[in-house]
T-cell receptor, first 115, second 115 residues
Framework: AQSVTQLGSHVSVSEGALVLLRCNYS??????LFWYVQYPNQGLQLLLKYTTGATLVKGINGFEAEFKKSETSFHLTKPSAHMSDAAEYFC?????????????FGAGTRLFVKA | DTGVSQNPRHKITKRGQNVTFRCDPI?????LYWYRQTLGQGPEFLTYFQNEAQLEKSRLLSDRFSAERPKGSFSTLEIQRTEQGDSAMYLC?????????????FGQGTRLTVV
């Protein structure tokens, strides 16, 4: 079975500071990993995804994430936070064909950005 | 490609009433998923369709819930005899019937409030 754990339900950073949102997964097969962002009363927007190949993936809005198989982690980072980054972030894994390609989400991390 | 469309965006209903939500997926996306998201939580899988066939239902989907996708295009989610615990954001997503590396695209959601 696959599951996703996001460490820290809330993260607060100052504008211009490093953003680090942590995600660990459990999977019996090579995972396909995603980060989504959700603004208040909105749907989910894909930030980036890891499938195969390069373990450091870059996404929109200056975010990137690194897949570390040995640590079963897929942490999301951004070098310099902007006020517009304040939102809820979800790490997710896709289940395979037997799971209907369902996307399984972590509980989310709310990012606060202080001026 | 106009994205995944959900209607209505907001619904307020009295306890005991029936409600129906509609989801129009991205055209040619074979797979359609319904999720429920409560405050402070990640989206939880409810059910999914491959074309018109409903292939899996979560245990979260009680007998009061029913979903259809009659022609393999749009889908409806009906909740009968609503309860206050049904208050949540209901998200619809669609994806191509392809490999794990294709992401799901989400609609803006329907926020249900049961009073």
């Amino acid at each position: 079975a696959q599951s996703v754990t996001q460490l820290g339900s809330h993260v607060s950073v100052s504008e211009g500071a490093l953003v680090l949102l942590r995600c660990n997964y459990s999977s019996s097969v090579p995972p396909y990993l995603f980060w989504y962002v959700q603004y208040p009363n909105q749907g989910l927007q894909l930030l980036l995804k890891y499938t195969t190949g390069a373990t450091l993936v870059k996404g929109i809005n200056g975010f990137e994430a690194e897949f570390k198989k040995s640590e079963t982690s897929f942490h999301l980072t951004k070098p310099s936070a902007h006020m517009s980054d304040a939102a809820e972030y979800f790490c997710a894994v896709t289940r395979g064909n037997t799971g209907g390609f369902k996307t399984i989400f972590g509980a989310g991390t709310r990012l606060f950005v202080k001026a | 490609d106009t994205g995944v469309s959900q209607n209505p965006r907001h619904k307020i209903t009295k306890r005991g009433q029936n409600v129906t939500f509609r989801c129009d997926p991205i055209s040619e996306h074979n797979r359609l998923y319904w999720y429920r998201q409560t405050l402070g939580q990640g989206p939880e899988f409810l059910t999914y369709f491959q074309n018109e066939a409903q292939l899996e239902k979560s245990r979260l989907l009680s007998d009061r819930f029913s979903a259809e996708r009659p022609k393999g295009s749009f889908s409806t989610l009906e909740i009968q005899r609503t309860e206050q615990g049904d208050s949540a954001m209901y998200l619809c997503a669609s994806r191509r019937d392809a490999g794990l590396d294709t992401e799901a695209f989400f609609g803006q959601g329907t926020r249900l409030t049961v009073v």
